[in-house]
C-alpha cells in the first residue's frame, strides 16, 4: 500500500501529508484541552517532546517493537498530562496557560541536559517506521473516537466546563475529574504525535518541541474554530501548508504568515468552522436545517 | 455578520488558488546543472545561514564567468529553511523530486544536516555540509560530505598551546547548552585539557538568543581562572566578553571556529581587542602567504560591503569542490562525481587546504589562531596539527 | 557575593518589571496576552539605536523619541489587529491575532536591520563604584532610577489623574464604565501607549546595558514578562514590578547558587510552585465567580 503510494505522490507532497497528518493528531490533542474544555495550554509541545524521546529510546535502546514503543510515548506522555492535569484544579485561564509554558520550559531543559538523549545535539538513528498508511489510519481512528467522545455524555460535559463552570458544577458534572481527564487524553494524543512524528523524523532534538511549536498547535485549534473537529482539522491543514504555499513570496514570507493569521481572524473571529461539529454535519447532510455558518455567530 | 463571514471565506478561498497555482509554476526546466541550498535566511539561526547563502551564490557567478561546469551554467536554488526539522525535510524532498539538484550545499547545523543527508542518502545525491561539526554525519553514507574542520583534530594542539605555551593552566569552561556546536564541541576541549594536566575550575552555562550573562560572569570571576574557555558562537562570545569587561574581569577566552565573524569584533568592541583567541582553519587577513583568500576576500567586500565570515567561506569552497569533482569525473551524475569528490586531496581552499580522508572525513592543515586587532580580525600565530 | 548577586538580579529584574507593566495594564483592561508586546519591547531598541548612532542624539532625547514611537505603533497595532476582534470573539481569537503581529513585526525589523546582533555604542560612560565587596556600576544605577521613576510616575498616572480613574474603571467593568460615559475604545489605546511606551523604554535601556539588540530579542523578553505579570498577579501595577524583580533575582540566583544548565528550569518550577500556592499570583486578587 506504502510503496503504491510513494509511486503515484511526489515525496513532496508526500511528506506534506504526512507532517499534515501528524499536526492532526496532535491538534486533535490540544482541542480536548484548550477548545473543547476550555482550559488554555500553551505547552502542548511539551507533551509531545515526552512522547517523541519515551518512545524514540524504547525503539533504539531497548530495541521494543514499534507500536510499543509509540504505546508508551503516548502513556508517559498521558501521566504528565494528569499530573498537570492537578494544578487545573487550582488554577484557571491565564494562570494555567503560564503553568503550561512552564512546564513545557522545564522539559525542554530537562532534554538540553539529558545524556541519552544527546542534550541539544539531539537524537538521531530513529528507525524511520512511520508510514503514510499508518498515519492516517491513526487519523482516522482519532478523528472517529473523538467525534464519538464528544457526542457522548462526557463529551457534553466537557463543553458545558468550557462555558461556564459553576452552571455545570451546579447541573451535577464533576469537574475536577473531568478536567484532569481531559488532560490526560490530550496528552496521551500529544505523545502519540510525537512518537509518529520522531519515527517519521529519523531526528529529533530539544528545540523542535519549543514554545514556538506549542503555540503553532494553538494557532490551528483556535484558526479552525475552538471545540470542532472539523476545524480542527482544517485548522492544522490550512497551518502546515501556508508556510510551504507563501514560498513564492520569499524573504516575506513569514510576515504575510503573520499579516494572515491577524486577517484571518478578523474575517472569523471565531474560528473558520467556529463550534461545527460533526453532529452538526451529519444533520446538514440529512438535509436537516443546521446552519454551517450561522451556528458560529 | 453573515454578509463579512462569506466575504471572508470567499476571500481565502481565493488567496489559496492563487498561490497554489503560483507554487505549481515554478521551476522552468533549464539545461542547467542544480544546486540546492540548505541554510535558514530567517529566523534565529539566520546568522549562519545569511553569509552561507551569500558565499555560495559568489561562487555560482564566478564558476559561471569561468564557463560553468561541463559546459553548462551552474544554478543555485534557494529556499530559507528557518532553521526547523521539518522544513529542511520538505525543502529536501523538493530539491531532489522537484528540481533535480545534483547536490545539496548545507546546513551550517549538524543536527539538520543529519535529517537532510538521510533523505539525501536514500535518493542518491550527494550532500556537503558546510559547517555540521558534530559526529555521526559522513556515516550516514557515501554521498554524505563536509567540509570544516574538525575539532577532534585541532583541538588537542589549541589546548597545548594554551597550556604550554601561556601557561593557562586553571581553565573555566563556558557551554551555549542550545547550541548543538557548543554541546558537542565541550566535551572534547575537556578531554584534551584533562590529558594534557589542565585544570577546570568552574563549568557554567549559557543558551544562545540569551543577553544576561552577569550570574555567569560573577561566578567565574570568583572562580579566578586563568582563561575562559567558550564553545558556542560569536554572538554569546562577544556578549560575555563584554559582561565580563564591566565586572573587571581582565581575561582571554579562547574558542573554536564558530567565533569567526565580524560581528564578534563589532559588537565585543574593545572588550574583545586581543583577549578573543579562537583556532580555525584559515585566515583571512595577516595571511599573505595564500592567495586564494586574499582573492576571495577582496571579492566578497566588493560584491556585499561586508567582511566574510566563515559560514561564506566554507560554502563558497564547498560549491568550488563540488564543481570540480564533476568536472574532474566529466559528469553531472551523483553517483558518478562522488566517488571522484571522496578523493579530494589538498585542495587549497577559501577556507584552507582540505583533503578528504578514507571515511570521507576532512582534514584541514595547518590551525590558524585569530584575533580580534583595531576592530579586525587578524591573524595570531599558525600551528602545525598533530594527527595520531 | 549574594549581594553581588543580588543586584544583578535587581536590574535584570527590573527591565522584566518595565515590559511586564504593559501586559499587565493591557490585560487587566481587555484581559488580552499581548504576545506583540515583547516585539515592541524589540522595535523600541532598534529605535533608540537608530536615534543614538544616525542622528546622534543623547540618550535622553532617544530614549523619549523610542517611547513616542512605539506609543504611535501600539496604538496601531490595537487599532488594526484587536479592535475588530473586541466584542466579536473568544479571547483565544486575540491571543492569535497578537501572535500573527508577533511575527510580522519581527520578521519586518529581520528585513529592516537584518538578523545581526546590533552593538549599541558605549553612551554612558561607565564608572564603578566599589562598596565593601559590591561592585556597583553606574549604568544599573540609571537602570534602577529610571525604571522606579517610570513605575511610580505609571502608579500616580493611575491613582491620581482622571484617565487613570477611566482606566480602573474600564478594568472593573467595560460595559459599565461605557454606560458611565467613558470613551471605552480611547482608554484602551491610551493604555496599549503607555504600555508600549514603557516597553520601549525597557529595551532601550536592556540595549544600553547589554550593548545589544537584536529582531528575536522580543519573544524571549515577551514570555518572561508575560511570567512575570502572571508571578505579580495579572492585571495588578504594582504585582508586575513584584513579579518582575522576583523573576528576574530568582534566575540570577539559580545560576549563583545552583545550576545554570538548569537556570530556566529553576525559575519556571518556582512559579509554578507559587502559583498552585497562591492561584492568583501574589498581589492578585481573589475574584469570585459568579454564575
Redesign the interface.
Known sequence: MDALISQYIDPYYLRILMLIGINIILALGLNLITGVTGQLSMGHAGFMSIGAYTSAIFSMQMGSPFFLSLLAGAMVAAFFGFLIGIPTLRLEGDYLAMVTIGFAEIIRVFFLNFEPGGKAVGLSGIPQNTTFVLVWTLVIIVIILNAKLLNSRIGRAFYAIRENEIAAEASGINSTRLKVLAFTAGSFLAGLGGGLYAHYMYFIRPQDFAFMKSIELLNMVVLGGMGSIPGTVLGSVILTLLPEMLRVVAEYRLMFYGALLVILMIFRPNGLLGDVRVYDLKKKLQGKKVGLWQSSN | MRFRGKAGWALLVCFLMVLSVMAGCGGKSKDTIKLGFLGATTGSVANYGIPGQKGMKMAIEEVNKNGGVLGKQLEGIYLDNKGDSSEIALITDKYINRDKVVALVGDPCTGLTKIAAKIAQGNKVVIFSAGATGTGVVEIGDYVFRNTLLDMFAVPSVVDWMINTKDWKNIAVITSLNNDYSVSLTPVFKDAIDKQGGKIVIEESINDEETDFTAQITNIKKAKPDVLVFTGYYREAALLMNEAKKQGLDISLIGGDGLYGQDLANLGGKAVEEKVIFYCGFSFSGDESNPVTEKFLADYKAKYNEEPDMFSAQYYDAVMILAKAMEDANSADPSVFKDELAKLKDYPGVSGNTTFRADREPIKSPICLITVKDGKLTLLDKIPLNIE | ?IW??LL??L??GSTYALIALGYTMV?GIIQL?NFAHGEIYMIGAFVGLFLVVNTGLNIGVALLGAMAFCMVLGMLVEL??YR??RG???R??????A??????????M??IA??????YP?IIN?Q?FQVGDL?V?S?QIIILVVATLLMVGLQLLVQKTRVGKAMRACSQDLDAAYLMGINVNRIISFTFAIGSALAAAGGVM?GIY???V?P??G??AG?KA??AA?LGG?GSIPGAMIGGITLGVL???G??YLS??????IA??I??LV??IR???IMGQKIT???
Open positions: 557575593m553581588q548577586q544583578n538580579g536590574t535584570l490585560y496576552i488594526i489587529a475588530p476582534l466579536r470573539a473568544s483565544l481569537s486575540g491571543i492569535i491575532s501572535i500573527g503581529v508577533s511575527i510580522f513585526l519581527s520578521t519586518l529581520v528585513l537584518q538578523t545581526n546582533t546590533r552593538r558605549d561607565i564603578t561592585q556600576s549604568l536592556v547589554y550593548n545589544a537584536w528575536y530579542m519573544t524571549m514570555l508575560f511570567a502572571i495579572i534566575e540570577i540566583l545560576v549563583a545554570s544548565s538548569y537556570k530556566d528550569a519556571f518550577g512559579l509554578i502559583l498552585i492561584p492568583q499570583g465567580k459568579k454564575v
